[in-house]
Each structure stands twice: as structure tokens, then as C-alpha cells.
């Protein structure tokens, strides 16, 4: 096999991290920067600092191929092709936060034959930006799309990789589209501004289909029609296409939330109001709080009901808790008074730290114990495996709303449980057993 030409990934967070192991993988040495010790201690101790599945493996089996370290020194020496993947959290203005970025760029020496390329979400403008406080600094624009929870699948056969460059970079666009070569996936070419902006405007699209077959369901349950059924008829149609049409309790995690709101601001910025994405997020962050309305209906006033929330991350397969609707979802039950005791089979840790008031449960069923309702939040497997005519024994009331659409009614009615799902209709339940 040619020699590989070695990778540098500057921040070791989701992207970064997958985006190193994976590169080992293609075989390309790899060495990662990362500003915290202790992360990179227990990265090179052979530690897997997140929950992503294929993640451990690759970094187990791809191991001398890495280097972690905490010197930006070690890592211009030994690359010349620099990944950026720090993060760019909102700010509270809404737009995103850079000075991360920044201070990548201020460690970056001038006149260096060293390749910038961007992965981290930015702004469109942000490279401009830098290639106007760095001339002479090769800038590649190169947006990652992978999802948690299938990250190094997404990364391993990408549906397109997008590579954006200004005129002057076109060598550095062309190293940076071989590295992509081996993977399936059509190479797009593009200016910088306009791959910054196919990122933003992506996971906003995204972003708006959950909105809006989301409310599709809030309206499927006043008129008694069945949102599974009205998803799949719609995205039978090809224009449409049948993905992100599953309705529930509303988007989360590091990136829908952040770049919807980022592109907004960003339209707002330049004079522009982006109307259609203001809807986006107001409807999401009402269908974070419409269980609430659904317990009542059952429960009557939520004061000192005790109430079971199983799965707590934003989506199943991550320990991720940025952004995740039980975040607010607890907060408002614990608002009208009631008791909120949780499981997550992965991310209880990181929950606990952000949940302090809220119970957690070391099983499923020992948060369903004397509840007075459960509440799908993450669609994690094991709860399709339960055994839900047990989980109704231990149960106070066995009322289930299940935030994800995730269990067949029928199965969980024949448990014995009333049934709630987000824009399904369901009949009354049946005699036990039945
Ligand atoms: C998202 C994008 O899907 C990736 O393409 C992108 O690279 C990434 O953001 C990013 O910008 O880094 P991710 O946030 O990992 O990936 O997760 P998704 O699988 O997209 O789910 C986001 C949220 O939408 C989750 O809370 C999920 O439960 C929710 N969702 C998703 C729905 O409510 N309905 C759906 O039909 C799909």
C-alpha cells in the first residue's frame, strides 16, 4: 500500500475522535490534539471517552496509529493536513460560538505550507474570515454530517463529502478529496461559503421535516387519523423521502438545535428574517412539553405523582445529554409538582450531573416501581424488550406515554396499560391478556 499521507485532528469530541479513528482505519497515521490532559490521558491509556458504537474497536485495533496529545507542537510537526473539530456551542445571542475556533486558529503558525481544514460547524463567512487573518494559510472547508449513534458507519460510506475551497486552495481541495477517495460517496467541489452554507441549511432541512411531522401529528391526534401511517404514505413519494418523518417529543443534541438557531441568526445578521425556522424551533421546544398535558389528561393535576422517565439522552446508542428533551421534560414535570425518577442504560452518568434533583434508577423496572406513569423519552432497545405485563405490577397506574412512538399499543395495552403515543390514535385498551 503507497504511504498514506499523515492526518492532524485538532479537538476530540465526537467528530474529532471518530474522524481520527477512522482516518487510522483508511490507514493514515493520525496524530489528535486535544487542550484537555485528562482526555487525552485516558484517550492514550486506550479509554473510549464517549459511548459510540464501532468506536472502541477501531481506536483498540487502529492503536499504534494514533498519537493523542495536549501539544500543538507535536501535532504541526508531524502533519500537514489539520482536521479542525472543536466545538461551537451556541452563544446566548444564538449565534455560534467561535472562540474555540478562534483559538485554533491564533496556535496556527503564518506561512506554513499546513492545510486548515474546517470540520467544526461554523457560520458561512467564518473561513473568509480566517483566510483574511491568515493569508497564505491553505483553507478547506469540509463539513461533517455524521450522526451519533451511526457515526463511524456515516463516516465509512457518507452519502456526499463536500469540500469547499476559494480560488488559490485548489492543491489543498485536491488533498483533502483524496483523503476521501477509498469511501463510497459522490465528492462534491464547492467554494467555501457555499459548503459552509450546505451544513447549516442540511440540518436545518432535517431540522424542519421532525418539526413538521411533529405538528402533522399534533394534528393527527385531534382529527383521529395515525401519524405512522401518514409518514409512510408521504414518504413513499420520492420527492419527499421516507427519513426524519418519525414524530415524538421533538429534536435534541449538539446539532440541530445549535445550527437551526445559528442559521437564523446568521440570516438575522444580514438583514434577513428566516421566519420558516423560528416556527422550527418554537415547535420544538412546545412538543418537548406536550407529555405534560398528556399525563394530565390521565392523571389529573401532576402534584406529587411520581413519574418514570425511561431513556434520558437525546436519541438512543449515545451517552450525549446536550440538548435532550428529558432535560425539559423533567424540568416541567418537577414544575407542576411531581416526582421524576429516571433510567438510561448509557447516559445516567452524564444525566446525573445535569438532573441533580431528579431520582436515578439503576433498571427499568426499578424506576417503574410504585410510579404513576412512564414516559418513553429515548428509544433505547431494551425497552421494547421489556416485560411489560410485570412493569404494570410494580406501577402505581400503568399509563405509559410512550414520547417516541416506539412500542406496538396493542402489545403494551394488552399488559394492561392505558397507551399514549405522539399523533397515534388508539383504541380503547383491551381486556388484559386479550
Ligand atoms: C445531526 C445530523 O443528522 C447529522 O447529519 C449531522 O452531521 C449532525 O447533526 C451534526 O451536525 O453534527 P445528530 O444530532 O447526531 O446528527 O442526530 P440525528 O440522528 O440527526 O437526530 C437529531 C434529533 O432528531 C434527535 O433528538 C432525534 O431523536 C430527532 N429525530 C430524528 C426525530 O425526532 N425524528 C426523526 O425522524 C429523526
Redesign the pocket.
Known sequence: MTEREPVGVIGVGW?GLVTAACFAELGHRVIARDILPEKVAALSRGETTIHEPGLEDLLRRNAERITFTTEMGELLDGARLLFVCVDTPPTYSGDADLSRVRAVVEELPEGSDHVLIMKS?VPAGTGESIRRDLPGLAYVSCP??????TAVEDFMHPDRVVVGADPGDEAAADAVAGLYEPLPGEILRTDVASAEMIKLA??AF?ATK?SFINEIANVCEEVGADVGEVARGMGLDQRIGSS???A?I???????PK?VSALKMLAGNTGYHFQLLTAVIEVNELQKRRVVGKLEKHLGSLLGKRIALLGLA??ANTDDMREASSLVLAARLQGEGAEVVAYDPVAAGRAAELLESVEMADSAQAALDGADAAVIVTEWPEFAELDWKEAAGRMARPLLVDGRNFLDPAVVQAAGFEYEGIGRTVGAPSPAGG
Open positions: 467528530v460547524t461533517e454530517f455524521l450522526k451519533e449513534g442540511s440540518n432535517l421532525i426524519f418523518l418519525r415524538g421533538g429534536y435534541g443534541g449538539s446539532c440541530f445550527d437525546f436519541k
